[in-house]
């Protein structure tokens, strides 16, 4: 076996990686750029060696500085992680040149399948089912828009290098085609150095489910289940699960099979996984079609791991050093279900825009492993610090299994209230939101969920009765715990504090009378038992109201504090009844009135403007560009106005709610 490896990524598979190469008892060699200098996997590894500037073209995508990485320690392979160099042939012909073994598939088998034009054309010769499309050159905007009408709307104009969401446009009419099809060749040019454009057809109703191989180089191949992908927004993963609620074993097989029959037929060894779209609306179960195959390991690979009870990165290592796969498709049983839930720094109340800074509180909840229940959350990054705009916003992947779906789904709800992290918008709510949906629950999900189910945007889940009275219950027994606890800093004794008993909760604007007994507390004349395990200062409470179980994110700023649970955050503020009698007469601060402006959603760079001083514009209408994390962000006009002040210039680099335009 390999006595060193090294791991030419960052985050959180850079950790993962590392993991598993430590149980196998091989050592390990970290990469990094200035800005991950003191990342997790950089403390991980037995040895690190610096490649270069914090943008991943000057450190991360630089494959002569890993090969000389790899001779300078003495590194006898390369795991490549997702992303990065994982997916280019020239990197693995580099490391065969230096005599590095790659542990992935063979360059010819990624050269095969990196192109989607082509791989689509193998698939069909290999008998795999394929979505209706042009592979073929588009030389313009009007070539795309005959192509477009010639295989009927909707269509989706797709990057052939694509891949992880960018790159990708879906147009429904004539009209979007000539707004997308530049945005998507640029997308391609800049995320992956090819501008081609490809065009099929959208299936509607669609499901993305995913089929994981592995394959040595002995020519076994097998299939490992099928992982549903359909959580999905902008084309980006949200939540996965395995196996898939729609999916029979029919179905199962079918896929299973097609799959290997791609990858045998491009001599393909190591992980990979072959991409569907499946129409939900398809009770045939023949509606499948392929999409790409993504010949390394993929992000969501966690929930495979644990209804096989495989070590996926440990089989691919295995296989690059030549080992055979010591088991067979007969051997590969499923056993109950994994959901993950990928947590990002991104705001969900400010339709997911990407969240920069330093991570002032990082605490994941505590990874448990029984036969009943698993919590493992993969991370890559640490309290302290810094979420950059120079990678992706994916802080760590919260990984759950139970027996049973609903069993593993309550626990992401459980878990997701127990995740603390400070300092930058997170979609935690929003990951608690969707598993609470009903629909979600019912298994009844498609790729058009999120923008079916949120079609005005994330605004928390929906309040619950009985959630909403523990929330108060709490908050009043905080309160007086934090009072009992300031009087006996201060060397006094007694009660805490005037009426210390009865307090005025005010939730989001909603006042609510509490009083607190021994074990119980009486909320707007209800009486419920109450028992509370607080710490004062701690930012995780448990408490246990009316028999149900809460865990409560805790945030205090200026005299209120924000309690999240159950994916609603709530503006509480807690006072003795004269004091809340006193909340009257206080002068309500309005907002001022930002209408004339057009400010920078996030922090990112200033691409394109599209408007001058002068110019007259109409809602909708775009007006400036802003590029975050390598996606494109259109800004448009919200009403009809004058432009009379350019703030900013195209190529500056913009704060958060920084003025791009002036309106009269």
Known sequence: MFTKILIANRGEIACRVIRTAKKMGIKTVAVYSDADALAPHV????????????????SYLLADAIVAACKATGAQAVHPGYGFLSERESFAKLLAENDIAFIGPPANAIAAMGDKIESKKLAKAAGVNVVPGFLGEIDSTDHAVEIAGGIGYPVMMKASAGGGGKGMRLAWNEQDVRDGFEATKREGLASFGDDRVFIEKFIESPRHIEIQLLGDQHGTIVYLGERECSIQRRHQKVVEEAPSPFVTPEMRKAMGEQAVALAAAVGYYSAGTVELIVSGADTTGQGFYFLEMNTRLQVEHPVTEEITGLDLVEQMIRVAYGEKLPFGQDDVKLNGWAMESRVYAEDPYRNFLPSTGRLTRYAPPPESRTSEAVVRVDTGVFEGGEVSMFYDPMIAKLVTWAPTREAAIDLQIAAIDRYEIAGVGTNLDFLSALSQHARFRSGNITTGFIAEEYPDGFHGAP??????????????AIARADAVRALHVDGQ????????DRWIVRIDGEEHDV???????????????????????????????????????????RGFMTVTTGGRARKVQVTPPRVAALRHHMIEKIAPDMSRFLVSPMPGLLTRLMVQPGDKVEAGQPLATVEAMKMENMLRAEKSATVSKVAADVGESLAIDQVILEFE
Request: glycine share 8%; aromatic share 4%; no cysteine.
């Open 515 to 557: 009083t607190l007994e021994a074990d119980a507390a009486t909320i707007d004349g209800a009486s419920v038992s109450l028992s509370l395990g607080y710490r004062p200062g701690a930012a995780i409470v448990e408490a246990e109201v009316a028999g149900e179980t809460y865990f409560l994110r805790i945030a205090r700023k």
């Open 463 to 476: 309040e619950k009765p009985a959630t909403l009275q523990a929330v108060a219950a709490a908050a009043a």
């Open 493 to 500: 004794l007694g009660k805490p504090l005037e009426a210390s």
């Open 43 to 58: 403390r991980l590894a037995d040895e690190a060696v610096r490649l270069g500037p914090p943008p991943a073209s000057e």
